[in-house]
């Protein structure tokens, strides 16, 4: 197993302060040397590293709407249910929530940190289009959005199976309050959206593996 | 400082596995025997009830609303922004918000399983009663309601001060979503009411305090 994922698995069984890096070089099947080649920084380095690989938003402010329905408020439900749906199947999404929730660690807050603004700009864009309910606020609803998705993630914890289904019922309960009609009718909140998301970054991911080599 | 007191001191500041039963007994002023006579499960049974007092909600289902305007919607949004405004000044509340997320405690969960429940009972009441928009329904919204305290509860841990404003905030943005206008120009969402609330229930517990003696 490589290094990186070695310590994602880690991280996301025992949070940051209880893994070992031993354990993480042991399952890596490194010597303890080998981290500090790659991560002289250590422990909080590395932990750095997979909060950042855990992290990343399907759709950048600036850009357009790949969904048929042209909406810019699709893709902040696509980047939720997104990583709503990768969150279970993925060691280095499940390492980045809890480390970026664990408080007392250097990478807590990183989560709302890198979503806010970015869900807020789309948001605007959105309101721009027309796409949402007069009175509708882009930043405070931003703050919420993610407020509510880290509160789902942290409920899930222990339960990771049904929190695809989760994100998608808190993403309907959401947008039912900031949408227009004609906009909410064009949505698409469902499960099997994150899930069709997921697999295409999948595929776009293994494309680009194959073609660069990782540490 | 009573026994409790402390540990809620020393829960809420290093969390339930950095907190040693040592520096608890010494911040109360007492010998590690007396902690197990009060306590014989030790630190976890003392976390537990940690948990329990820092818990409280100020409208249980099935009560009538106490605000002049009636809502039932009210009694939910009261119960969010008083406990918004307690958790900065009240270390029951911060320990117990911390021992209720940290995932791999007894604890874990506490917080969402005693208050999903309750909201969801007085949403029902809040929709039989006209409140609420048609198509909300009220156990998601009440899910997605929790799930969002605790998410802005977790980003607030190291700015305490700001969360009665962020509370208030959460609220206007979740019941612009979901009441009808009639209610929402009735509701009351503010950092004052919550400090109103709080006030009047440290009165009643000085009161209560006076009548009884604590452990």
Redesign the interface.
């Known amino acids: 197993m490589a290094l990186l994922e070695a310590a994602a698995h880690v991280f996301a069984e025992s949070?940051f302060?209880?893994a070992s890096t031993r354990d993480i070089v042991t399952a890596a099947g490194l010597q303890q040397g080998a981290l500090y080649h790659y991560y002289p920084g250590g422990k909080p380095e590395l932990a750095e590293h997979v909060v950042e690989l855990g992290f990343h938003m399907y759709a950048a402010p600036g850009s357009e709407p790949t969904h048929p329905n042209g909406l810019y408020l699709q893709m902040v439900v696509d980047a939720s249910i997104a990583l709503g749906y990768r969150t279970p199947r993925d060691k280095f999404a499940q390492a980045a929530a809890?480390l970026a929730?664990?408080?007392?660690q250097r990478t807590?807050?990183v989560l709302?940190n890198a979503y806010i603004p970015r869900v807020s700009a789309i948001l605007q864009q959105s309101s721009e289009h027309g796409e949402l309910l007069q009175?509708?606020r882009p930043e405070?609803?931003a703050?919420?959005w993610?407020?509510?998705?880290?509160?789902?993630d942290?409920?899930y914890?222990?339960r990771l199976a049904e929190m695809p289904e989760?994100i998608s019922?808190?993403n309907?309960?959401?947008v039912?309050?900031?949408a227009t009609p004609e906009t909410l009718v064009l949505l698409d909140a469902s499960v099997e959206r994150g899930a069709l998301l997921y697999e295409l970054e999948e595929e776009a991911r293994a494309a680009s593996d194959s073609a660069e080599t990782v540490a």
């Open positions: 949070g302060d209880a809890r929730t664990d408080q007392d807590f807050g709302w009175g509708v405070e609803t703050i919420t993610v407020e509510a998705f880290v509160g789902a942290i409920r914890r222990k989760a019922r808190l309907q309960t959401i039912r309050g900031i």
